[in-house]
């Protein structure tokens, strides 16, 4: 199935608070959901390029917590704390990013076909001006993320 760069990426931003991506992965849902769920799946795969991730705490559940380190290819440190508000397997996870910049992540999973999943990410920021600090970069740091997630996707179904 040939698709075009249109169909494959998407990013928009939806209002003065919110940012959309999304992606269609070359994977069953409940595959893409998995590289969520599972720790070791998700912190290879998570933040932009060249960034590595160390989980403390990843409880994947509703009111679960979610911190760890993000390290920048500079050598830099991001310190991450999230709370999951909403997972309903394998459709939809929602998480709050609770230290700066504040914002509501929601991920859906859509199957497009039996080996297709689109992936929309939703980040609604708490109020506008921590939109304003990250859109610049924000968007295209999800497209890496996509492009990170699709790779290793790609990598499982060998």
Not at 10 to 29: C, F, G, K, L, S
């Amino acid at each position: 199935m040939k698709m075009t760069n249109e169909l494959v990426r998407n990013a928009v931003t939806e209002n003065d608070r919110e940012i959309i991506n999304w992606r269609v992965m070359h994977a069953p849902r409940e595959v893409v959901f998995e590289a969520w769920r599972n720790p070791e799946q998700l912190a290879s795969w998570w933040g932009p390029n060249g960034f590595t991730n160390t989980f403390q705490t990843f409880e994947f559940e509703q009111g679960g917590q979610w911190e760890f380190v993000m390290h920048g290819p500079d050598g830099t440190d991001y310190k991450n704390k999230s709370e999951f508000t909403v997972i309903e397997a394998p459709e939809r996870v929602v998480f709050k990013h609770l230290n700066g910049p504040h914002f509501q992540m929601t991920a859906i999973f859509e199957e497009v076909d039996a080996n297709n999943t689109k992936l929309t990410w939703r980040m609604l920021f708490d109020t506008a001006k921590e939109f304003e600090m990250v859109k610049s970069y924000a968007v295209e740091g999800n497209e890496q993320n996509f492009d990170r997630l699709q790779a290793l996707l790609l990598e499982q179904r060998g």
